[in-house]
């Protein structure tokens, strides 16, 4: 097992940073029994951490870190069931490439396939289209190793009343060793991407969610433009300028994107502007491939970010309140607004909890202040019934949590009984959680 001793670590977009006594890097289920048997001893606290993407401090701590990386790879495929037993600390990008070499994708995943799959469903990933929930919901069953040291399972089957709390628990219930996923057979999509105007998409919305297997769209902030991205199953081989499209997207949704942020970041009155060029430089696409291949696009320019859930019903309104509050405040951003849909679920902690949903992202470049427009634009997500999205940046503590979710005592009850003394705690879990 590798050890490294007072390492310096920080997050994907370097908002958060911590000095761990240690980092940590188990290779097999046993070593992790070990580690949390000596932490318990030494009573040092344990935070997990997949790939660092989330926004918020939830994987800093000044004691144990401990990282999955040396446990990746899918463990076994059961044609019958559709399922696959994978490692959890396997990143999304080769998970999708060891599925679709054994036949195989999972139904739906997000736009970025950096993180680790245990990561993933911890914090309540998600994709878009209305007929797929976040990742969380292809989970089947869990292997978790607990604060006491024992290996649990867990599922709709066995030991039921703890699965719906553990299918995404930011890690304070114990540690996910092996995830048990559903899968489907490996299918060709087809992927556009195109402009729109603001009035066109969003008197669309109803039309585009329900006839796209996958819509979402980006409007730019200070224009009428959106960029609208739909992809669905298709019999139409793959694409042969995969190379130059990938290319395009390095190029112009990397490199370009990056000189303007930096300009923008030392001379933030470029921001509109910067908008609007953005906006008529929006590509139009089309290319066929995997999912896998597809879902996901380069994401080299960093940034902040903060997103929320709300009914799916009220994407449309909310993005006009959005629309007024920024040209009334003039915030000084550039990064588009980035729409999806996901369906409703029973996960205690999801976002998505008991009712379908649109989820509605924004960020802010690295380096820029971000605080003030955050700050405006959760409270009229809150005013709609928003609940934030756990792997990004919010405001809310404990209190204001549990009147959003109707099942957090339920949670925390788990909590209480599965790592009663904290050891898979740190101050911002503390915040969320009491």
């Known amino acids: 097992m590798k050890q490294i001793a007072n ?6 977009s370097r908002l958060s940073m911590s000095k761990p006594q240690e980092l940590l890097y188990p290779e097999s289920i046993q070593d992790v029994v070990d580690i949390v048997h000596q932490c318990r001893k030494d009573w040092t606290k344990i935070r997990i951490v997949g790939s660092g993407h989330s926004f918020p401090p939830l994987a800093r701590t000044d004691f144990t870190l401990l990282s999955l990386d040396a446990m990746q790879g899918i463990l076994h495929i059961d044609r019958e069931q559709q399922t696959a037993l994978v490692w959890a600390g396997t990143k999304l990008k080769k998970l999708g490439e060891d599925l ?5 994708a999972q139904e739906n995943l997000g736009d970025i396939n950096a993180q680790s799959i245990g990561g993933a469903i911890g914090t309540g990933t998600h994709g878009t289209g209305v007929q797929f929930g976040s990742l969380s919901t292809q989970v089947v069953g869990l292997t978790v190793v607990t604060a006491d ?10 030991n039921p009343q703890l699965f719906k709390a553990m299918q995404l628990s930011l890690g304070t219930l114990g540690i996910i060793v092996q995830v048990r996923l559903k899968v489907i057979p490996a299918q060709r999509m087809h992927f556009q991407s195109k402009m729109a105007s603001f009035t066109t998409c969003m008197d669309n919305l109803e039309i585009w969610r329900q006839e796209h297997r996958h819509f979402e769209f980006y409007w730019f902030p200070y224009t009428d433009q959106t960029q609208v991205k739909f992809m669905n199953t298709t019999d139409l081989p ?3 300028n995969n190379v130059w499209n990938h290319l395009n997207k390095l190029v112009m949704e990397n490199a370009a994107f990056w ?4 300009g923008c970041r030392i001379f933030p009155k470029m921001c509109q502007a910067a908008s609007r060029l953005s906006a008529k430089a929006i590509p139009t696409l089309s290319e066929s491939g995997y999912g896998h291949q597809l879902f996901a696009t380069p994401r080299l320019v960093r940034f902040s970010e903060m997103e929320y859930s709300v009914p799916a019903d009220s994407m449309h309104p909310i993005l006009e309140e959005v629309k007024a509050c920024m040209e009334r405040k003039q915030f000084a951003v550039h990064f588009p607004i980035e729409c999806r ?7 205690w902690l999801s976002p998505a909890y008991g009712r379908d949903s649109a989820y509605i992202a924004v960020h802010m470049y690295k380096g820029m202040p971000y605080k003030d ?4 634009l959760e409270t009229i997500f809150l005013r ?9 940046l919010h405001s809310l503590r404990a209190s204001e949590l549990n009147q959003l979710y109707p099942k957090f005592e339920d949670f925390l009850e788990v909590r209480r009984m599965l790592d009663p003394d904290g050891l898979f705690s740190n101050d911002y879990v503390s915040g969320l959680f009491g």
């Open 100 to 104: 679709y070499a054994a036949g195989w």
């Open 149 to 158: 040291g024992s290996v649990l399972e867990c599922s709709d089957e066995v």
């Open 7 to 12: 390492p310096t670590w920080r997050n994907w």
């Open 238 to 240: 793959a694409s042969k």
């Open 259 to 262: 000189l303007i942020s930096e």
């Open 384 to 392: 709609h019934g928003g609940r934030p999205h756990w792997g990004k």
């Open 373 to 376: 427009y955050f700050t405006t």
């Open 341 to 347: 849909y996901v369906r409703g679920d029973d996960i």
